[in-house]
């Protein structure tokens, strides 16, 4: 095999991450017991840095409120078509109603739904700016 002259390599990355660990996890259902029975399904969408439930549309204010004021500050709670300037019908579905979006270093998740957040020790997916970074590097010869 010959030699490569004159080559650039790229390497990128769409996100970063931050560190997270299994001691900083709040399980919402442990927070607030009732917080299911307000649910329209079980399990909510997203990760554990960008958590998305599905709640009933006649009580979406009243988690959103509720929430903010039980997490005190270590997550953000807002309707989730709030983050959004235009979602299409497929992707609002699935997102659901309430974004939590737990702050740097924490997770926030259902412990009737535990999943990741118990062993990752990095994660992505919420508004820190180590996570909407998006890294380039060259390479030159």
Known sequence: MKALRAVTVLVTADHGQIDVGPDRVDYLDDLWPDLPTL???PRPAGSSRDVFLH????????????LSARLEGRAEIR???ELFDRIGPRLKARLGDVAVLPAA???AWLRSAAANEQRFRGQHGGLHEAETTTYLATLTD
């Open 39 to 41: 649910l329209s399904q």
């Open 79 to 81: 309707a989730a078509g």
């Open 105 to 107: 270093g924490r997770q």
């Open 55 to 66: 709640v009933h549309a006649e009580h979406v204010l009243k988690v959103i409120h509720e």
